[in-house]
């Protein structure tokens, strides 16, 4: 179909200079909710500022012949403001902020934003959608999905309400890419409760041969006998997928069981896509940041073997690299995260079989560390007795990564590594939202998509926290 043109507030050259500022240099706002609430570009980066200098690297969807970016823009981790007089709840993103990256990011080639209802406490798809607004209709690719996980949404009005919603919030009059959002969580009985028995998976097509939708998809966690399902289906020409969005990086590639007894290695899943024509949208290219933010002793191998690289990049290139692979999304929320990343992409240097090679050792490697495979996705969240477990858990892997974990009490480092444990500990989490708040309700076991048992792990913190603070031998 002819894509239509949005036009409000069309942006040149000039005006995109102006609104960027000098240098577009991340400004020093808090952030919490949407992205990271502590820490800051260095724990991301490696290799410092770095800046496109070539062409973005694009890719064909074979059933609409959309040129897409091999760089997506996720927009579930977006700046947000601290500020006590916004109530909890409320939207705190930083409008200015995001509006600054989506423009820098179409300056610099990528078309592809992605969102959801979910995200950013259901706050993501309207600054989404205020910031593409501002630029013509056919210069940018808006994703978003069906999330209707909770039972209250699976009637078939609450699931065409929230879909209706999503045009609403993102300003637009047609949706180039709807997901199916989380395929897999709950198996094949969640999957028809939330689309087959209420018809909306019918609805659906019908809204894409509208041209409401322009490209049908769903994104996958968890079981795959959904996954395989939903593919036999098209072999049958029940329904046809114009894309699937999977996880994908180095260590899921071989090893995702390793991490998450329930997930799949994305080996097989991008095989199977790829004898189908089906182009694949990654998401987890990071594994939650952890590819990012790895020990130090990986990291010093990582620049070793390829000094001007940062260590993100690595994870990016190796997604890249697969030719059926039509974008690659990153949550961006600093300015240096997007240059780096525009940089990776502009364009791609393929891996070489050696490259391969050696990330799948890098990969056996990481697993050897013990680090808790949570994403900071926030679907966990709120906690009813308020506990803020993303940052518990990811204070707990930062430790293990720089290497100031106090595994013994014996160990030389001891004092050192207990007293960055407990203070660090205390500076990211507020007290009254610690692990030892943790009642085990399980209100947050079935919301994870990394099918974390995040009671139990709470447990353990809050045991080996008591164990450091009273200086017992272990």
């Known amino acids: ?80 403001i601290i500020d006590r007089n916004i109530p909890k709840g409320e939207n705190d993103i930083d409008q200015e902020q995001v509006n600054r990256l989506v423009d820098y990011a179409i300056e610099h080639g990528v078309n592809y934003f992605d969102t959801s209802p979910a995200y950013c406490k259901g706050f993501s798809e309207r600054a989404t959608g205020t910031a593409l607004k501002r630029h013509p209709r056919d210069k940018f690719y808006v994703a978003t999905k069906l999330s209707n996980f909770s039972p209250s949404t699976w009637s078939r009005e609450a699931s065409i309400a929230m879909y209706r919603r999503s045009f609403s919030e993102l300003q637009v009059d047609y949706i180039d890419y709807l997901l199916l959002h989380g395929i897999g969580m709950g198996g094949m009985e969640a999957f028809e409760n939330r689309y087959m028995k209420n018809g909306i998976l019918d609805f659906l097509v019908e809204e894409r041969k509208a041209g409401r939708i322009r490209n049908l998809g769903f994104s996958y966690h968890g079981d795959v006998e959904v996954f395989d399902t939903m593919l036999r289906w098209q072999d049958e020409g029940r329904y046809q997928w114009d894309f699937v969005q999977i996880q994908m990086n180095y260590v899921d590639w071989r090893h995702a069981k390793e991490v998450n007894a329930r997930n799949t290695d994305a080996e097989y899943l991008y095989a199977e896509l790829e004898k189908r024509n089906i182009p694949a949208v990654i998401m987890e290219p990071l594994l939650g940041g952890r590819l990012s933010k790895v020990h130090n002793h990986i990291a010093a191998k990582l620049k070793e073997y390829k000094p001007d690289a940062s260590v993100a990049s690595w994870a990016f290139r190796f997604a ?155």
């Open 320 to 474: 890249g690299t697969y030719p059926g692979v039509l974008t690659v999304l990153s949550g961006m929320t600093y300015m240096e995260h997007l240059q780096d990343n525009l940089s990776t992409y502009s364009p791609l240097e393929p891996l070489t079989d050696a490259d391969k090679d050696f990330l799948e050792q890098t990969a056996q490697a990481m697993l050897r560390y013990p680090t808790i495979p949570c994403n900071d996705c926030k679907y966990c969240m709120p906690c009813p007795y308020g506990l803020d477990i993303p940052a518990i858990l990811l204070h707990f892997n930062k430790c293990i990564n720089e290497g100031n974990m106090p595994l013994s009490s014996r160990d030389s480092n001891y004092v050192r590594s207990r007293r960055i444990f407990l203070v660090g500990y205390d500076r990211t989490v507020p007290r009254m939202r610690q692990a030892d708040r943790c009642i085990g309700c399980n209100h947050c076991v079935a919301h994870c998509p990394q099918n974390i048992n995040i009671p139990k792990e709470m447990q353990r913190i809050d045991k080996f926290i008591e164990d450091l603070k009273q200086g017992r031998e272990f």
């Open 1 to 80: 179909m002819e894509k239509k043109r949005y036009t409000s507030e069309k942006i040149d050259r000039r005006e995109f200079l102006k609104r960027l500022g000098a240098g577009a240099a991340v400004s020093s706002l808090a952030l919490a909710g949407c992205g990271p609430e502590k820490g800051g570009v260095a724990d991301s980066l490696v290799a410092g500022d770095s800046q496109p200098e070539g062409e973005m690297t694009y890719r064909t969807t074979p059933t609409t012949g959309d040129v897409v970016s091999l760089l997506g823009y996720g927009m579930m981790r977006l700046p947000t």
